[in-house]
Every structure is written in structure tokens, then in C-alpha cells.
Nanobody, 126 residues
Framework: QVQVVESGGGVVQAGGSLRLSCTAS????????MGWFRQAPGKEREGISC????????YSADSVKGRFTISRDNAKNTLYLQMNSLKPEDTAMYYC???????????????????WGQGTQVTVSS
């Protein structure tokens, strides 16, 4: 059974930083491209960053470019999202997901992902 679990969310002031982690079990981690998504109340789920099997290719949404960095450690079956210069508009539930295929820039589309975590809340206060 596949399990995806996010951690690291919390409350932070604007301009601060957080690092989210995501562990995946029940699958061969290095065979799955991974992605981070977020959803704020009343808004659609947004793809914010994704990474290929080895970590050699990444894509990020314009809203987070230059502030957020996605990475992975396949030896630890763990995905990360380093978030810097946080803004109140980054407040959302953040989700980690795994997809069996690589879609290039299409990896920011939530519909290509098969396995999802339950999410971790990030709140940025002004």
C-alpha cells in the first residue's frame, strides 16, 4: 500500500522560511517523478513545483520561481520544498504527489498524479 506523508508546515511571518518534507513508502521512490501542489480556501489546486526521477529536471510555477526550491533524496525516499521569502498569499494546504510518468513541464498538472498525501498547512502572517 502506497503512503505519502507531508510534514513541516506551520505558521511563519512574511519574509520567513519553511522547509516541507514528504516521504513515500510502498513504491519504488526513484521511479516516480514528484510534485508539490497547494490549495487555498476557495481556490483551485495549483501545481507549484515538480521534479524528475533523479532530480535532474525541475519545473516551478511563476508564482514561486526564485523563492521555492524543490529537491529529493532518493536514498531517504524523501522529497523537499524549501520555501523562502514567504508571502501571505502563499498561505494554503500543501500537498505532495507521485506520478508514474514524466511529462516535462506538464508535471505541474495535478491530473497526472496517482498518489497523494493528506497535506500540511502553511500559514504566512503579515
Amino acid at each position: 500500500q502506497v503512503q505519502v506523508v507531508e510534514s513541516g508546515g506551520g505558521v511563519v511571518q512574511a519574509g520567513g522560511s519553511l522547509r516541507l518534507s514528504c516521504t513515500a513508502s510502498g513504491l519504488t521512490f526513484d521511479e516516480y517523478p514528484m510534485g508539490w501542489f497547494r490549495q487555498a480556501p476557495g481556490k483551485e489546486r495549483e501545481g507549484i513545483s515538480c521534479i524528475s526521477w533523479s532530480g535532474g529536471s525541475t519545473y516551478s510555477a511563476d508564482s514561486v520561481k526564485g523563492r521555492f526550491t524543490i529537491s529529493r533524496d532518493n536514498a531517504k525516499n524523501t522529497l523537499y520544498l524549501q520555501m523562502n521569502s514567504l508571502k501571505p498569499e502563499d498561505t494554503a494546504m500543501y500537498y505532495c504527489a507521485a506520478t508514474p510518468g514524466w511529462y516535462g513541464g506538464g508535471c505541474l498538472r495535478f491530473e497526472v498524479y496517482k498518489y497523494w498525501g493528506q497535506g500540511t498547512q502553511v500559514t504566512v502572517s503579515s
